[in-house]
């Protein structure tokens, strides 16, 4: 959460947004030195070691954690979207079993799974917390548990207590009480999650006997220093591939040690005979911020500009905005640009007053930003100038930014004088790095560092070529094997192919040109090599009200896969592939739902259901998965997913940027549910049809 420095009051920050100051930020975590009770366990997610408590961490905190506790190793990854919602995802890698020859030779074994906690109820003076969980639902379920659990802290000790089905109750201390409404819930059917994995194993849940466990935990004088005891629920006698392990003791003892702010290591000693260690990085993906040493806002007493082409460079490069054109009708003067360099339009537009300010003629009263992306007009936002110049010269904060601003949706192109054009014409180019991963199969964690150099050269104001080439820089994809049990066409799984023929390749090479067709109805069509492994030629229509929340949206595509030099051959395989996508504005906790239903690239259909959450600092948390139609012809996992966080690269650096970056977990790389990698997507572009964002950055100073 970010705070503002003593004695600068809300107002006057929400007043230097809008006028394009920057105000020191400064950037608070919560206070490790309490950190009873916000652990990560074994499994990950928020626990003692073998098993969970009901506490949650903090909105936006993102856990990566590893354990070893022989034969099993495991690697967690777990966000925390919500504030009564608490999801995540492991790989258990079981030392002492293996895939086998005919799958992935002397490898071993390794198993993944999903989790979700529930809070049911918040701590109170006399209740506990309240939670509710499934642990591995989304895998083979072979470590698949349903767990109850409460904890209530006194002073300096967390103290939890649950009843566990499955997994988290195998040592069976008595027969689940849903057994007295339905004599199924009486037996815990095996394998659930089929043989193949990847289904959710809703016949499984709070099945069979359950067990009693808990634990506590002790804060030690030393602050960095947590001792933790924990009663098991598990046996041990019944573990997955009969891999039964002895268990001297029902009881663990551990010790989490603080490492700075947001690492952990953590030990113990379990079943009373087998040492633990574990280690945990955290932090808190909401709370990301970077203070800012933009340049300074032009002053309302500085020098005019001597002609607009020169107004034009200083939007560019004071106000983040790209102008395409300047035109003045009467008393209104309109810029017509796209935003390059602040999240936040208020921002840009701040800025931008204080220059047009000095530069317009006394009678112009009234300025408009005329908002667009890729050619397409979004929006328009338009600003009272004597109620700006009032705010900017006044000492006092109280009527700042309480003058008369609107924003509307705008087709007709501006009318009056032309004052400036800008050159549609025009280059730009940047190159980073870039990290692919793959975690999860027979062939252990694949990954790939790469680097890359990409360009845009614009034709006209609606149409550019756009070029990407990627130099493999340090990879092991070359140890991907097909092994998958699956009937489907290979359109993904040649990965290690692609990058074994080449360690340069044109990733992307394409023509797009975009229109708008109505006031609400806007177009994109492209054609040429689209990603890595395919080339070809495809469109898209989305239909955006100005300020609904909701989005309709329609691509379709032929393709053909690229030769595996990343050149310009093609393969023999072709096909169609498109999707109807719904985008819906949840309103609440800033939740996007997206539902795609369509063909995919190996000919199976389906639908794609994606829920992500952005934070107020720009930060996303979403999962997706894909079902599909391919059935038993899928092969390994049964249907797609993957969890993901995009970051804005605003958060890291000094100067401020509209740029992001994603990275992603997927478990598998298979062929069912594959989705066709486009470069450009309508809903990004036309994100400012938005009008809840505008506002939403005033608001977020407030608190």
């Known amino acids: ?127 506990p917390e309240l939670a509710l969980g499934l642990r591995d639902a989304g895998g083979t379920s072979q470590f698949g548990a349903e767990y109850l659990v409460a904890s209530k802290r006194w002073n300096s000790l967390d103290v939890s207590l649950g009843l566990g089905w499955g997994y988290l109750g195998s040592a069976a201390d008595a027969d689940s009480p849903l057994g007295w409404i339905d004599q199924r819930f009486d ?117 005019a500009d001597p002609d607009w082409a020169t107004t034009a460079r200083s939007l560019q490069r004071n106000a983040g905005i790209r102008v395409d054109a300047i035109h003045r009708d009467g008393n209104d003067l309109t810029v017509t640009g796209e935003p390059t360099t602040y999240r936040a339009l208020s921002q840009s537009e701040g800025r931008a007053n204080s220059i047009l300010s000095a530069k317009a003629d006394d009678d112009v009263d009234t300025f408009h930003y005329r908002w667009q ?133 044109i990733s992307n090479l394409q023509y797009t040109r975009t229109a ?36 309709l949206g329609l691509d379709l595509n032929w393709v053909r896969q690229r030769d595996f030099d990343q050149q310009f051959g093609l393969r023999d395989y072709e096909t169609w592939t498109g999707h109807a996508t719904a985008y819906v504005d949840t309103g609440y906790e800033d939740i996007l739902a997206k539902l795609s239903v369509g063909r995919y690239l190996a000919g199976d259909y389906g639908a794609t259901v994606d829920l992500s959450r952005e934070f107020d600092n720009g930060v996303r948390i979403g999962a997706w998965a894909t079902f599909t139609d391919a059935g038993d012809s899928y092969g390994e996992g049964s249907f797609d997913k993957a969890f993901y966080v995009t970051v804005p690269l605003d958060a890291f650096f000094v100067r401020s940027s509209r740029s992001s970056a994603t990275i992603a977990w997927q478990p598998l790389t298979r062929d069912g549910g594959a989705r066709l990698g486009r470069r450009y997507a309508l809903y990004p572009l036309t994100e400012e049809r938005d009008l809840g964002r505008y506002w939403e950055e005033y608001d977020k100073t407030w608190e």
């Open 516 to 551: 708008k067709l109505g006031d609400d109805l806007y177009a994109m069509g492209y054609g040429g090599l689209l990603e890595m492994m395919y080339a070809g030629a495809g469109g898209e229509m989305l239909y955006r009200p100005f300020d609904a929340g909701w989005a």
């Open 1 to 127: 959460m970010a705070k503002l420095v003593s004695g600068v009051s809300p107002r006057y920050f929400l007043a230097t947004q809008l006028l394009g100051l920057t105000p020191l930020l400064l950037v608070s975590h919560t206070a490790m030195a309490d950190n009873l009770g916000t652990g990560q366990s074994d499994f990950g997610g928020v626990g003692l070691m073998q098993t969970p408590t009901a506490r949650m961490n903090e909105v936006g905190n993102f856990a990566a954690s590893w354990s070893r506790t022989e034969p099993y190793r495991r690697f967690n990854v777990f966000a925390q979207p919500l504030d009564w919602l608490e999801v995540g995802f492991r790989y258990v890698s079981v030392e002492n079993r293996r895939y086998g020859e005919e799958i992935a030779g002397d490898r071993d074994y390794l198993d993944k799974g999903i989790d979700a906690k529930f809070r049911l109820r918040e701590e109170g003076r006399y209740w």
């Open 187 to 303: 037996d815990r059917p095996d394998n659930a999650g089929g043989d193949q994995g990847g289904e959710f194993a809703l016949s499984q849940l709070f099945r069979g006997p359950m067990s009693l466990f808990g634990g506590v935990e002790y804060q030690t004088p030393w602050d960095p220093l947590i001792l933790q005891l924990e009663y098991e629920g598990n046996d041990y006698a019944h573990e997955p591939q009969d891999n039964d392990q002895p268990q001297d003791s029902r009881f663990n003892v551990g010790a989490r040690l603080r490492l700075g702010d947001s690492f952990e290591l953590r030990s113990g000693w379990q079943r009373g005979n087998t040492a633990m260690l574990g280690l945990s990085f955290s932090t808190n993906l909401a709370g990301l911020a970077q203070v800012k040493r933009d340049p300074p806002p032009r002053s309302l007493n500085a020098p």
């Open 373 to 505: 992306r890729k050619g397409l007009t979004l929006r328009e936002d338009v600003h009272d100038r004597d109620a700006f110049e009032a705010a900017a010269q006044s000492a006092s904060a109280d009527t700042a930014y309480r003058y008369g601003i609107y924003s509307r949706a705008r087709l007709n192109e501006p009318s009056g004088e032309s004052l400036y054009q800008g050159d549609a014409q025009r280059a730009s180019w940047s190159v980073g790095p870039a990290v692919e991963q793959n975690f999860g199969g027979p062939d252990g964690y694949l990954y790939r560092l790469s680097a890359y150099a990409s360009g845009e050269y614009t034709t006209d104001r609606n149409g550019w070529f756009s070029g990407s080439v990627t130099a493999t820089l340090a990879d092991n994809l070359d140890e991907y094997e097909y092994i998958a049990d699956s009937d489907l066409p290979r359109v993904r799984t040649y990965i290690g192919d692609y990058l074994a023929e080449t360690d340069l390749g």
